[in-house]
């Protein structure tokens, strides 16, 4: 069965940078498309940042083009959210997410969820 565990979220002030990371576990993690999504209080879960199984491709909603970089260390099952610029909308709830297969944009898509780790962006 496959297990994610989130780690890196914190507390940081208004244009400073936090490091995401998502274990992955019970599987072969390169078979699978990984995501960060995130969910304000109030507002529904949104996509962040994908990446497909190789790597070679990424996405990411327009909020955080050029702000957040999403990677994968295929090797130590891991994929990264680096996150700089932050700012205080981006404070959230965020998750890693893994679907077997292609990319999909769609929360609703992913089979898997880590539990989540807090981000707080004070102003």
């Known amino acids: 069965q496959v297990q994610l565990v989130e780690s890196g979220g914190g507390l940081e002030q208004t244009g400073g940078s936090l490091r995401l990371s998502c274990a992955f576990s019970g599987g072969t993690s390169s078979d699978y498309s990984m995501g960060w999504f995130r969910q304000a209080p109030g507002k529904e879960r949104e996509f962040v940042a994908l990446?497909?199984?190789?790597?070679?491709?990424?996405y990411y909603q327009d909020s955080v083009k050029g702000r957040f970089t999403i990677s994968r260390d295929i090797a130590k099952n891991t994929v990264y959210l680096q996150m700089n610029s932050l700012k205080p909308e981006d404070t959230a709830v965020y998750y890693c997410?893994?679907?077997?297969?292609?990319?999909?944009?769609?929360?609703?898509?992913?089979?898997?969820w880590g539990p989540g780790t807090q981000v707080t962006v004070s102003s």
């Open positions: 997410a893994a679907r077997a297969g292609a990319t999909r944009i769609g929360s609703y898509d992913y089979n898997y």
């Open positions: 990446i497909s199984r190789s790597g070679s491709n990424t």
